[in-house]
């Protein structure tokens, strides 16, 4: 049970943050109105929230003490109040209205002192957005405040996409949205976005902190992949491998979840060791498949983890890896071939494909493994041509079987 809370002392704690509040802006102390600002950071009652709760009239003494922050003070003091109270629809709108109010504020201050607190409530609306929604899902009203946290950091976007030093935080709230984006499904609403930074005369790249340059990196590299460009999704994804702080694990195998299936969609297989430290097992059996030419295999590790890929969006990728798998089946036919019959080790029956992939639990008829070796050969992953009469697949002399060396196939 809470201690009683008597209204002077509740008086007291809310005088005072709203102190701190207008102390951090006159000072220009940015990580000290950050810190004020985060209002979903609380797992619990806070002082200021049971002060809150105890003195019921706090909008009336935000707005008389500090009547030209009123518009700022007044929903940020209500936000914090009903998230305490788990009521984060009404704590989001609330802090909408306090958000709009601090960029207003923002604008006109000359330098970008609150770059940190402007960052905090860009993460601040996108979080309590998510929460909001989800408490509307589950009244069965329409969740649309993640929509709406949207269309305000866009505000925000425009606000710092600007000539001078406040489009140094620019990238951070890119980030955001494309958080935001990725979640509603919406991932084309990236492209305006990407556009403005990566064409625009006044961002430098380079001039953006490393975790957002990672974090923007990571994004727009899992956009090539649904794309399926995936020699760009390659280096994007890579730069943000290479850039990530090897400290945080989560965030390493957040960007190998979607660089595996690139790197071998263009024929570079990882190690185990590489699996089992990072927990991406899942990719095992493909690696394996790769290697043998077992196309049961694959298929078999496509549909045990089919909801996990369709989900993450690498599913297609990994399934377009089965002409990969053919192209080591024929290889593996052509090295036995070769320890059998030299003379004759550059001509496959499709027989011989047919009863191996049989011996993999595979049925296939004649047509089927002749269209699959013209698709082989037109890929560049067979050279040679196909004896439609005697359906001999005949090989190249010379280098049979090209590897991708990091071409997609």
Request: charged letters at 25%.
């Amino acid at each position: 049970m809470a201690a009683y809370l008597s209204m002077g002392e509740a008086h007291r704690r809310i005088g005072d943050y709203l102190s701190r509040v207008v102390s951090a802006i006159s000072s220009s102390d940015g990580a000290a109105l950050a810190s004020l600002v985060a209002v979903s950071s609380a797992p619990g009652p806070t002082p200021l929230s049971d002060a809150l709760a105890a003195f019921p009239d706090f909008p009336r003494l935000a707005g008389d003490r500090y009547p030209h922050l009123a518009d700022l003070l007044v929903p940020l003091l209500r936000s914090i109040h009903s998230h305490s109270l788990h009521r984060f629809a009404d704590a989001y709108s609330s802090f909408e209205k306090a958000a709009s109010a601090f960029l207003q504020e923002f604008r006109n201050w000359e330098t970008p002192w609150a770059m940190e607190a402007m960052h905090t409530v860009a993460l601040e609306i996108r979080l309590l957005a998510e929460k909001a929604d989800r408490e509307l899902a589950t009244t069965g009203k329409n969740p649309d405040k993640l929509q709406a946290a949207g269309s305000f950091l866009m505000k925000v976007f425009g606000a710092l996409a600007v000539k001078g030093p406040k489009r140094i935080g620019a990238l951070y709230v890119t980030c955001q949205l494309f958080k935001i984006y990725f979640r509603l499904g919406t991932v084309n609403l990236c492209r305006s976005v990407i556009r403005s930074i990566e064409t625009a005369r006044n961002f430098d790249f380079e001039d953006f902190p490393v975790k957002d340059k990672v974090t923007y990196m990571y994004y727009t590299g899992r956009l090539e992949v649904f794309n399926e460009n995936f020699l760009v999704a390659d280096q994007k994804l890579t730069y943000a491998l290479m850039h990530c702080n090897p400290q945080s694990e989560s965030n390493l195998r957040r960007i190998l979840k979607f660089l595996i299936p690139v790197k071998l969609s263009i024929g570079v297989l990882p190690k185990r060791t590489l699996l089992e430290r990072y927990n991406l097992l899942e990719y095992a059996d493909f690696v394996t498949s790769l290697k043998r030419g077992d196309l049961r295999l694959l298929r078999q590790a496509l549909d045990r983890h089919e909801d996990q890929f369709l989900k993450s969006g690498v599913y297609l990728v990994l399934e377009k890896l089965e002409l990969q798998v053919y192209q080591r089946l024929v290889k593996k036919i052509h090295i036995i071939q070769r320890q059998k019959e030299p003379a004759r080790a550059h001509q496959i029956k499709l027989d011989i494909v047919i009863k191996a992939l049989k011996w993999l639990e595979i049925d296939m008829d004649v047509d089927e493994v002749e269209c699959i070796m013209a698709c082989l050969i037109y890929k560049n992953l067979i050279k040679g041509y196909f004896a439609h009469k005697s359906k001999v697949l005949v090989l190249s002399k010379q280098d049979p079987f090209p590897k991708l060396n990091g071409k997609p196939v």
